[in-house]
């Protein structure tokens, strides 16, 4: 009988060893109205006892979505975002953003953009983003 007992104690461990994502603080910048494409910030924090990557993305605003980071001001596309268990990752100005391309229309602060995240092991993750001014204007780049 204790056998069993351990034996399901290990199984449910096994089970439980997965990431746990959420999501917060995202915002999307306000461009002008020239402008076609712009980008997507937030936190993203992995609550659960597995790494996961952020390795997709889609949005409503625009008709391609990609996962960039920015060195030394220059923007490159990455395959995917790591998550480490426990920790977080921050997507911000000047380093790691969701690109928002070709977008259908000009987006204004107080509008908001819906984004769902793919994750490799968690799944999708919806998520609402505000659109709000940036700051330090334009010269920061994405
Ligand atoms: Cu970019």
């Not at 494409?37 to 409503?60: C, F, H, S, W």
Request: no cysteine.
């Amino acid at each position: 009988m204790k056998k069993l007992v351990l034996t399901s104690t290990v199984l449910m461990g096994i089970a439980l060893a997965q990431p746990k994502i959420e999501v917060r603080d995202a915002w999307v910048r306000e461009v002008p109205p020239a402008s076609k494409a712009t980008a997507a910030y937030m936190i993203i924090e992995n609550k659960g006892n597995q790494p996961d990557k952020l390795v997709d993305a889609r949005n409503n605003a625009s008709e391609i979505t990609e996962i960039h980071e920015t060195v030394e001001g220059k923007m490159r596309r990455v395959k995917a975002i790591e998550v480490p268990s426990g920790g977080k990752v921050e997507l911000k100005p000047g380093g790691l953003h969701v690109m928002l391309i070709n977008l259908k229309k000009p987006l204004k602060e107080g509008e908001t953009v819906e984004l769902i995240l793919r994750f490799e092991k968690f799944g999708e993750v919806k998520v609402s983003a505000p659109v709000k001014k940036g700051m330090g204007g334009h010269k920061h780049g994405y």
